[in-house]
């Protein structure tokens, strides 16, 4: 057999010698490891990617890809985010994380980075829910903010942070809102039960006590009276007195507007309340604030507010 023959056989012969589980294993490595960009990364003015990190396997990072716009005079606000149904995957709501974190901020997601290959599912909240708290990730990032050898060191803003997540992944924010880091809470599709929750479903197990615990500015963000959700966080609002709130309504249901193009319009209000409240941006303050605010003349949406104006 010639030289180059010999060769390519035995390349033929290792490669069909090789375990499949093997190469399996090797790709979900590569899918641990390779940044992705979604949406080109959004519209805002830093391209955003999501990735993994081997040391906060629970969560998926969306973060601008470039941190060499980032340190101890411009740093990333830290954002903690709660997914529907309280999955353990943020896929249903990728484009809008992404386009928020285009913004210059940086995300927390529940759920690992591989879970973003799986096509998204809202799934039922029934059956085994696993028991985490937004706070590891905050844990994580303070601590990788002060290790000289992080990638994100002096880069993370530990002092300007945001809980968020929608409908059970509400519940999960409005869980950890107490915590004296927490800046500000926006919560989307959700809100505290009058109740236990039905038979079968598992989640936080909040009651309205625990609207008192609250410390920071908080907005809900609904889809309007067909969201389930919207009884509960209309009564979160009433009960609310000793803190800023605000709850804004469009008529788009329980789903909102997560999977369409960059987040749908959703992600404007609450890309505003964040540079408003975690920045000091009084521009996009008046979103919000005034009896002519941007969203009080937008016919589409309705606000209300307390302790703002």
Known sequence: ??????????????????????????????????????????????????????????FTIYR?????????????????????????????????????ASHGFIIFAVGPFSSLYEPPQMGPMGGERKEISL?????????????????????????????????????????????????????????ILNGPP???????????DNLKQLHAPIIYVIGGEKDIAYPNAMDDFKRIENIPVAIINLDVGHGGTYAQPHGGAFSDPTIAWLKWQLNGDEEAAFMFKGEKCGLCMDTEWKIETKNIN
Not at 75 to 93: E, F, Q, T, V
Not at 172 to 181: G, I, K, M, N
């Open 1 to 58: 057999m010639k030289p180059i023959a010999l060769f390519f056989a035995v390349v033929v012969f290792v490669f069909l010698s090789t375990p499949f589980n093997l190469l399996a294993e090797e790709q979900e490595a590569n899918r641990k490891l390779t940044p992705m960009a979604i949406e080109e990364g959004g519209t805002g003015p830093y391209k955003a990617v999501a990735l993994g990190e081997e040391t906060l396997t629970k």
């Open 64 to 100: 601008p890809q470039d941190l060499d716009d980032f340190g101890p005079k411009q740093k990333l606000p830290i954002l903690l985010w709660g997914n529907g149904a309280c999955a353990d995957s943020s896929a249903m709501h990728r484009l809008f994380l992404n386009e928020i």
């Open 135 to 191: 706070l590891e990730a905050l844990d994580w990032a303070v601590a990788e903010n002060s290790r000289e050898s992080s990638v994100y060191f002096e880069k993370l803003d530990t002092d300007k942070v945001a809980a968020m997540g929608m409908s059970c992944g509400g519940l999960q924010a409005l869980e950890v809102s107490p915590d004296p880091r927490i800046d500000t809470s926006v919560i989307c599709n959700s809100g």
């Open 198 to 208: 039905p038979e079968g479903l598992k989640m936080p197990t909040l009651t309205k």
